[in-house]
């Protein structure tokens, strides 16, 4: 069964810890990425990445870091400089540039 | 330039009336439009894309119209029915880039 997996679905986290989200793709996609999404707004870009051990910044990555060791995994780092980091948080991937991409079934991050 | 700007922010349609969810841009580099359904707690879902090369597209009661000279896209929701409440997010990136742009999204309800 091919898709994007995300966890946790569900994340809390008190206020100066880092935490990590997990993604996982089996579509065998080149390229991968991280949304944020918060109430009211479409989703913004955080982090992506094209290729193994390559990734760029997206227009919010201040206070966000990734890593791409291997083509199916792409895991996000909240880290504790993130001033707002209460949001819904989906992963997507894309075969090729010009393709569709695909969405995770995202993690709700809540900050106590 | 990069913006792709999206109405209305909200829909309230009868089952069986016609949605209409319309969406701008400028960027006329801009090459390939999907629109995604996204239901409360899910990730989006592709729901149906277009490239600029041809005005209308059609598959079963969703069709996007596009108009290149307006820069202008709709999705239009025939026969709505309640199961097709959900927010709608439109969406435009350029042949070569990996990146979306992203509306604000509209929350659509359908009436019983």
């Known amino acids: 069964d091919g898709g994007i997996t995300q966890s946790p679905k569900y994340l809390f986290r008190k206020e100066g810890q880092n935490v990590t989200l997990s993604c996982e793709q089996n579509?065998?996609?080149?390229?991968m990425y991280w949304y944020r999404q918060d109430p009211g707004q479409g989703l913004r870009l955080i982090y992506y990445s094209q290729i193994v051990n390559d990734f760029q910044k997206g227009d919010i990555a201040e206070g966000y870091s990734v890593s791409r060791e291997k083509k199916e995994s792409f895991p996000l780092t909240v880290t504790s400089a993130q001033k707002n980091p209460t949001a819904f948080y989906l992963c997507?991937?894309?075969?090729?540039?010009?393709?569709?991409?695909?969405f995770g079934p995202g993690t709700r991050l809540t900050v106590l | 330039q990069q913006q792709v700007k999206q109405s209305p922010q909200s829909l309230i349609v009868q089952k069986g009336g016609i949605s209409i969810i319309n969406c701008a841009y400028e960027n006329t580099a801009f090459d390939y439009f999907p629109w995604y359904q996204q239901f409360p707690g899910k990730g989006p879902a592709l729901l149906i894309a277009i490239r600029p090369d041809v005005s209308e597209k059609k598959e079963g009661r969703f069709t996007i119209s596009f108009n290149k000279s307006a820069k202008q896209f709709s999705l239009h929701i025939m026969d709505s029915q309640p199961g097709d409440s959900a927010t709608y997010f439109c969406a435009a990136s350029t042949g070569g880039t990996y990146k979306y742009i992203f509306g604000t999204g509209t929350r659509l309800k359908v009436l019983a």
């Open positions: 997507a991937s894309s075969s090729r540039p010009e393709a569709t991409q695909y």
């Open positions: 579509l065998n996609h080149d390229a």
